[in-house]
């Protein structure tokens, strides 16, 4: 379907679980947050509606940016920072994203 989706970094952060979520579950989270909001969230709103601190947040939406499913967008108002707004890719992503945990749990139970 996506063969280029699961690059080697990305595919080392979907793969990887921890007590509470994996992340993957964060990614869908964070997916999910930017698709409500039609004006696109900050990296603030993003951060407190998934429950990640900064550093977290920074490293899922570089890594989200890389692969072409969030862009940043410019400010709505000159004090504001740059908004996240899924892409067509993003969007794709987050509709089969059920899909995509059934593969995900799948091929964690091979490895384990």
Known sequence: MYPDLLSVAFER???SSFKYRDRATIIGDILDT???DPKGKTKTSI????????EQANKYLNSLILC????????????EVARYRL????????????LWQLVLQTVR???V
């Open 47 to 54: 951060m407190r509606s998934t429950n990640l601190n900064f």
């Open 34 to 36: 930017i698709f409500r």
């Open 87 to 98: 892409t067509e890719r993003g969007v794709n992503l987050l509709k089969n994203f059920d």
């Open 13 to 15: 952060i979907l793969l």
């Open 68 to 79: 072409d499913i969030v862009r940043a967008t410019d400010p709505l108002r000159s004090q």
């Open 109 to 111: 139970q091979k490895i």
